[in-house]
């Protein structure tokens, strides 16, 4: 049940996230064309469900995606 809690959240952030760093913060020059999907998956997920549990553990977050 916790986990689905954070299921949306992750679904929504990691969007933004991966665009800020493929395409605001150069992460795309200076990383391998190998290894750049990987990278960006793994920096997503972790970002994305760090977020949604912050976010779930507000009033107003656990309202918007929790």
């Known amino acids: 049940m ?21 395409y605001d913060f150069g992460f795309m020059e200076s ?10 998956f793994v920096v997503a997920i972790i970002l994305s469900v760090s977020f949604s549990y912050l976010t779930v553990k507000t009033k107003f977050g656990r309202f918007l995606i929790g």
């Open 2 to 22: 916790k986990v689905s809690a954070l299921c949306f959240g992750v679904y929504i952030y990691q969007q933004f996230i991966l665009k800020l760093l493929y």
């Open 31 to 40: 990383v391998s064309p190998y290894i750049l999907p990987w990278m960006g």
